[in-house]
Each structure stands twice: as C-alpha cells, then as structure tokens.
C-alpha cells in the first residue's frame, strides 16, 4: 500500500502437475533448480477464511508454460480435515474470493466469459450466477452486512478537456491517429500504460444481479479497499480530495458515504494519509492505517482507530516503531495485525487499547521473484486467523492460526522438492566502518562443499524501503542451483528495524548503504568458502541503484548486472511515475531549485560513470514507467563512451515488475547467469531441447 517501495497441498502429487500440464522433469535431468523451474512453482495468496471459522478460500497462483502467462484459481480447505480441492479452476483466471457474512455464497471475480466480472457462488449446491456486466474490471469486493448488495471499485472513463478540433478527414482518405492530449501530472503508470481520461469510483450491486450503482463522484481516484457500516446504510472509502490530488500524494482521507443521499461527509482531517477502513463488529469504531506526514523518504503505516463518527482517532502502534501491512477485526472487538522485524513478516493482536503481543512468525509467501515481505490474513468470528507462510525452500503455502499455534494445511510445491534439491539461508550480521550493523542472509549451493571456493553474488533489493528475509526466492535459487553462493542483505534504509534505521538514508540515497553492503561482502569472504577474485554483483530497482553506486566506487566486482535503475535523478524525478512524490520526499527539493542540482547530481550514479570498469549489464522493460528504460539508455551509452564491457537487455512490452508474463522473468535470471558466466562466474548449462 506504500509507495515506498521502488519500484505485491496438493491432495496428491499429481495435482500441482495438473496446473501446469507442459512442464515436466527430463528423466536424466539434474535435480539442480533450473530458471524454467518457475512454471512448476505455485504459491497461495489472498486466504480468506469463512466467518464460522470451519473453511479457507484462497487463490492458488501458478504460470502456464505454453500460454506464458500468470494463473490464478480459487481453492478450498477444510480447517479441521485438512481437505483441499479446487473449487474455480482451469484456462480462465478466478480471484477476489470473499464470503457472504452467513458463509452460504462466495463472490469472486473471473474472466471466464471474456471480460472480468462479479460472480456469486452458493456453497451448498454449486450453483453459480453472473452479477454484473460492466465494461471495465471490478475490483476491491464487499458484501454488504445483510448479504443483499456487494461494493465494489471501478474505472469510470472521462471526456478530455479539448482546446483544438481536427478537421474531418475527407471520406475514404487515411489519416494518422488523433494527437493525444495530457493534462495530469500523473499521466502514466507503471503496469498501467498511459492513463485514460477519468477517475475509480466506488459502485454497489445487488447480490442477485442488477444494474451498478456509482455511488462517489468527482475528479478523485478512490482506494478499493472500503468497509459497510453494521446496518449497510453507509459506506465508508478513502480517496484524495484536493483540488489536484496528482500534486498532494499521501493525502488520503476516510470518507462516509451515506448511501440514500449520497452526501459525503469527511471523517479524517489529518496531515498524513488515512486509508483502507474497517468497521469493528459492534460498528462504533473505524480502524484504518495512516501516519503523520514528516516528509521523510521513509514512512510507515500505523494501525489507527477512531469512533465511527472521526472523533477520537489514536494511533494503536505507533510507540511500536513498526509499520504494519495489513489488519483484521476479530469477533470480540480486537484487532489481528502483520508486521516486519528484522525481515521476517508476523502476526500481533491487540485487544484495541494500544500496544499488541506477537502471536506468529514466518509468515508471507507472495512475491516468488525474489524474497520480499508479502503476506495477507483474514479473521474468523471466533479469533481463528488464516494466513499464508513460507520459508527459503517453500513459496507461499496457506496456514491457519489459533491460540498461537501455527498449523500449514498446503504442501503446494512438494512435487517440486521431491525431483530438485533447494538451497536453504544462514543468517548474518556484519557492522559498517561507522558502527552500523546490518543483517544479510547467504544461500549456498544445495550439495555445498565447505572444503570449495565458490563466486558469490550480492543481490541488492529494490525500494530503497522494504526488506528481504529468509523467504522464498526463484531468482536466487537459480542462482545458487548454477553454481554460486548468494548473498541478500537488508543495507540501512531496509524495513523492518525500526524508524531511526530505515530514515540513516532520507535524502542521503544512495550513500552509505553501500558500507553496509561491502561489509557484509567482507564478512561472508571471511568465512573461507567465498573466491575473493569471482564476485559479482547485480540488483533490480533501487537495487539497481546501488549496483551502478557499487561498480563507480570499486573495482572489486568481475561484473554486474544493472537492473531497472535509476542513473541520473534530475532525469528519473520529471519522468517517473509519480513526480510529486520523488523530489519532495528523497530531495525535498524539485531539481531546478536553489542548490537543489548539485545534490541530484552528487547522488546520480552517471556522476561516478567515468571510474566504472566492471563489465556491466543492463536490464530493464521497454514499458517500465516507475525507473523508465530511458534511464537504462543513458547508463549504457554512458558506459559504452567511457570503454567499458557493456550490454543492454531490453525487456519488450514488460513492465516495472517483469513478471506480468512468466517467461520475463526467467529471461532475467538467464541472462543475469550468462553475462556473469561469460566474465568468470560458472558456464551456463545449455537448455534441454525437443
């Protein structure tokens, strides 16, 4: 939900096969993790639990190798039993699963027939109904506390505003396209193209099918994360309301919608973003995340709650020094949360008067790519809390807590481990010239031998501001499957440590993270297993960052791999994604400001380019908008002028992630192994052929 970050049991063996039909395992092949591995892998996300406690929704993601794209499917587990079985699944992709308060009817969301839509299924018999039909995707479900209506968000296209008419093309002739006309600051969006004219709104339907209703208005984008009060007359949702919300990021306020007038009436009033209402089990309380607006370039979200009427609003977390990702209301009255500490996701509760006590650990599982926190929960009336878990070996699986006990009911992947050997993590700590401790994990080859030299490779994690942790992570599996020990650290400026930590980097990025990087560098050489002469060295995003940082202040490293980067700041601040948020929080300056230039230039890794000599590759989606490939070009012609061994790796039509289709991604471990094998790493193995 922040912008901080740079940038989400098989019954039996043959189930997870059943997924993903064309990927199989060559009898003679090696039982080392291969990047193509990834069409194997499946991981849980978004585990909703039914309000008696008793069963578990959840959407069972996985990548079909011969479409090359993302799957998504509902499942459902039996809480007591352990029972899985499929209850949406096949081409079609199913998502949103959400239960009616009685539990009888699931609503969810599918393509199945051509365009996305609100589907409701009755639990006893099966029987399914279409409830909408609408021309753009819903999204963000909520059933309404008496089961009549469902809410929902959706794109509401606009008319641009026209200073100019073309003439008509005579009849017949072939005219090129009609210019196309900007107006907003936010005019793009990474994952989302260029933006159409218009704005989200809030709709309610009825649960038995009918015509929407657009119940908010105006030229504001509301979140889609919105909650009923207890008898459904009210709404209540969050957006930007000032008179150019693209010049005023983190402005958020909660707003009640009353749902007979349609007034609007403005619950929060604060200097900082108010977001994703929920409303307590009586109705007479609001929780919802939001902080106080320091302009920091780091800043996490609290758990807050408030009267249902705005007044009395008080921070539950904040003398906690935590951010907190994602909260639940229980049955009595309390609140589940999720946190990160020291790069591991967990799970507090508070009764609702302040503070919270650990209850779980371990937990996430929904970013395969590379270990990122990730993780969702939902609540059971009586305190039974559904989750997803994961560990180095084990992508997202679903789990179920109660009374501290931690109990995983999927095993999603065992037909992966059964057939490939997975590099487990060992943790470490290592302190910077200046006193600074940081934490970094290293994977080792799945058959280490202690008595070898083996390359490393430091990969570097994006953000600046989030954290990685000893969770699952496909690239670097294949990483250390080819032949390498990785090391993965949390530099200062990473979540999870506190406030103080996360902030040693506000408006000094990048800087002396890179100490912290270089000495977890030495402290793993010093273990004896690490060749000193067969580093290297690569990261994706602010990762990227640091990387470009790294190879302009050593030569230590036989080659790189840049990913995504930004490499000149002036540049990246007028042609990102979100502008007015980038200069005013990591500079606190626009570029063209008094004094301002000298210190975008300072921390641009193009002002260090002429002491680059490490081979460098670069990597990045033609259609990333968040570190536009522009600034990819920049970096390598810059790098090319100055003599270096460089190559640039354009990512067609991928976006920021590069991983909106599967084949991306293993296109990015690959190359990331080929170009470090052909400067000293490991020699690639070739692919299988048919």
Do not use: C
């Not at 089961?147 to 002739?173: C, N, R, T, W």
């Amino acid at each position: 939900m922040t912008i901080n970050r740079f940038l989400l049991t098989a019954a039996a063996l043959g189930l997870s096969a059943a997924l993903s039909p064309a990927w199989s395992a060559p009898a003679a092949q090696s039982r080392a993790y291969q990047p193509v591995d990834l069409y194997a892998l499946e991981y849980a996300a978004d585990p909703q639990i039914s309000p008696d406690g008793r069963k578990i929704a959840y959407v069972r993601r996985s990548f079909d190798i011969m479409s090359d794209r993302a799957r998504a499917n509902i499942w459902i587990v039996d809480v007591a039993t352990g029972e899985h079985r499929p209850l949406l699944s096949g081409a079609a992709s199913y998502s949103s699963p959400r239960w009616s308060a009685d539990g009888k009817r699931l609503a969810y969301i599918s393509a199945s027939e051509g365009s996305a839509q609100i589907y409701i299924r009755w639990m006893d018999t099966g029987a399914t109904a279409r409830v909408t039909n609408v021309s753009e995707g819903p999204g963000g479900l909520s059933w309404s506390p008496d089961g009549k209506q469902l809410a929902f968000a959706m794109f509401v296209p606009g008319e641009g505003k026209s200073f100019a008419s073309m003439p008509a093309a005579p009849d017949g002739a072939k005219w090129a396209a009609k210019p196309i006309v900007i107006d907003r600051l936010n005019y793009r969006g990474d994952g989302q193209g260029y933006a159409e004219q218009g704005h989200t709104h809030v709709f309610t339907v009825p649960a038995e099918g009918g015509t929407p209703r657009q119940v908010t208005s105006g030229d504001f984008d509301y979140g889609s994360a919105f909650d009923w009060s207890r008898d459904g007359r009210t709404l209540y949702v969050f957006a930007t309301r000032t008179a150019d919300p693209d010049l005023t990021p983190n402005r958020d306020q909660i707003l009640a919608v009353d749902l007979a007038s349609l007034n609007v009436t403005q619950l929060t009033k604060r200097e900082g973003p108010s977001v994703a209402p929920k409303v307590s089990p009586d109705g007479s309380r609001i929780a919802f995340l939001g902080f106080d607006d320091r302009y920091t370039s780091n800043q996490e979200f609290s758990l807050w709650v408030m009267n249902r009427d705005g007044s009395g609003a008080r921070s539950l977390t904040g003398a906690l020094d935590i951010g907190v990702a994602d909260f639940a209301w229980d049955g009595k009255g309390g609140l589940y949360y999720l946190y990160d500490e020291q790069g591991t996701t967990k799970l507090a509760y508070t009764s609702g008067s302040g503070g919270g006590r650990a209850v779980a650990s371990g937990l996430g599982g929904e970013d395969i790519g590379r270990p990122y926190s990730g993780a969702s929960l939902s609540v059971a009336r009586d305190g039974t809390v559904a989750t997803n878990v994961t560990t180095p070996t084990d992508p997202g699986d679903v789990a179920v807590i109660k009374g501290g006990n931690v109990r995983r009911l999927t095993r999603l992947n065992d037909d992966v481990s059964a057939i490939r050997d997975l590099a487990s993590v060992e943790e470490i700590w290592s302190t910077a010239p200046d006193g600074v401790k940081s934490q970094s994990w290293i994977m080792r080859p799945a058959n280490f031998d202690p008595a070898k030299k083996y390359p490393m490779i430091l990969e570097i994690h994006g953000g600046p501001h989030t954290n990685y942790g000893a969770r699952f992570s496909a690239e670097m599996q294949a990483y250390a499957a080819a032949g390498y020990v990785v090391l993965y650290s949390n530099p200062r400026g990473s979540t999870s440590y506190g406030d103080k930590f996360a902030n040693l980097i506000d408006k000094a990025y990048p800087g002396n993270d890179y100490d912290d990087l270089i000495a977890a560098v030495d402290a793993t050489i010093a273990k004896g297993y690490v060749d000193p002469a067969r580093l290297f060295v690569t990261g994706g995003s602010g990762g990227g960052v640091l990387t470009a940082w790294i190879v302009g202040n050593t030569n230590r490293f036989r080659a790189a791999v840049v990913a995504k980067p930004v490499i000149n700041w002036t540049s990246f601040v007028l042609t990102a994604d979100n502008a007015a948020y980038f200069g005013k929080y990591w500079f606190g300056k626009n570029p063209w400001e008094a004094g301002a230039q000298a210190d975008y230039w300072r921390r641009s890794p193009l002002s260090l380019v002429g002491n680059v000599k490490t081979p460098t590759m670069l990597i990045t989606g033609e259609q990333d908008y968040r570190t536009p490939i522009s600034e990819t070009e920049q970096y390598y012609a810059a790098l090319k002028l100055n003599g270096v061994d460089a190559a640039m790796v354009r990512i067609p039509e991928s976006s920021h992630g590069m991983l909106d289709r599967p084949s991306r991604l293993v296109a990015k471990s690959t190359y990331i192994l080929g170009w470090f094998a052909k400067h000293g790493g490991v020699a690639a193995e070739k692919p299988e052929t048919k």
